[in-house]
């Protein structure tokens, strides 16, 4: 009976170092698998005061400053009193070991809008064909405002000027929605009497796919001549792609209905830097062809301030 009662408890015994090594098992796992998901390592980019750039894998930040692992030269330590910002870089933004930095100029084609916004606080300056400037401004993530004016009528005395108010939002995943007004304003000298305003512009909506790199949008909007609205839309086919970190290619099209439909196309390429971008492109239509078979050239640059 002694024997039987000892094989019953060397069963249990058994039975319960089974069970409880097939539960504390997946406990180590669980930790051992803990332990070896390190956390990934960061990409930083940090600008200093003197306007160098530096990048690198994030190793560290004491009172020396913050240490950088850099593909050209190694280990670094950039002095705290020399730091201008740090920004983390998105690993989505590497293409190829390549960090491409963002489209700064992803709110607008040539002159034509986009439905992407500028962010709350930033702002960008536009040049056209070294005369004509305009400013924009991220009031919010959706809303932006702009203005400006064209250089050579300022010194004639009837300067013209314009207001850009936007207002554009996300309604999927690669789709986005806009509208805005494009109100342009020139004050007409008259000998005889006080100087008069006559106003003229676009109001319009905008459809956009796609991403801020490569995308399309089509438009429609209604001109107008102080009060007096047009009887056919415009219809703008506009897009961009980007072929590499600092070149992409830019089209914006206007499409006027009338009896017969007309209108203007282009076509360019843009090169971009992390805040500034350069349009060289060629404005065309069937009269433009007769002349000039490119086109007429198109030239401006943007710089973006900000975040």
């Known amino acids: 009976m002694s024997t039987f009662a000892a094989v019953i408890r060397q069963s249990i ?17 669980q930790t051992d ?21 530096y990048q690198g894998i994030f190793l560290g930040q004491d009172e020396k400053g913050i240490r950088l692992r850099t593909a050209s030269a190694g280990e670094i330590t950039i002095p705290m009193d020399q730091v ?23 709110t607008r084609y040539l002159f034509g809008p986009s439905a992407y916004s500028l962010r709350k606080g930033e702002a960008y300056y536009q040049n056209t064909y070294l005369v004509l400037n305009s400013f924009n401004y991220g009031v ?9 004016f064209e250089l050579i009528s300022t010194f004639t005395g009837e ?6 108010p936007k207002y554009a939002f996300p309604i999927a995943e690669k789709w986005r929605a806009g509208a805005g007004v494009l109100y342009l304003t020139t004050t007409l000298g008259d000998d005889e009497s006080e100087d008069d305003f006559s106003g003229m512009g676009i109001g319009y ?3 956009t796919y796609g991403n801020t790199d490569n995308n399309a949008t089509i438009g429609l909007g209604y ?25 992409g290619l830019v089209s914006e099209n ?17 090169h971009m830097g992390e805040r500034i971008t350069v349009d060289l492109a060629f404005i065309n239509n069937r009269e433009i062809a007769e002349s000039i078979a490119i086109g007429i050239p198109y030239v401006d640059f943007v710089v973006k301030f900000g975040k």
């Open 33 to 53: 698998t803990t332990k070896a998901q390190a956390p990934a390592p960061q990409r930083w980019l940090v600008e200093t005061k003197d306007g160098s750039v």
């Open 13 to 29: 015994l058994t039975c319960s170092f089974i069970v409880l090594v097939s539960i504390a098992s997946p406990l180590f796992a």
């Open 159 to 164: 300067p013209t000027f314009f207001i850009t």
């Open 254 to 270: 206007w499409i006027v209905p009338e009896e017969s439909i007309g209108g203007v196309f282009s076509y360019g390429i843009r």
């Open 205 to 207: 909506s905008v459809l």
């Open 223 to 247: 001109g107008f001549v102080d009060s007096e609205l047009a009887d056919r839309p415009v219809i703008t086919i506009s897009g961009m792609t980007r072929l590499s970190r600092r070149f």
């Open 84 to 106: 201008k910002s740090t920004r983390i870089l998105d690993e989505r933004n590497f293409k190829n070991g390549e960090y491409w930095f963002e489209n700064p100029n992803a």
């Open 140 to 148: 919010t993530n959706n809303f932006t405002i702009g203005g400006g």
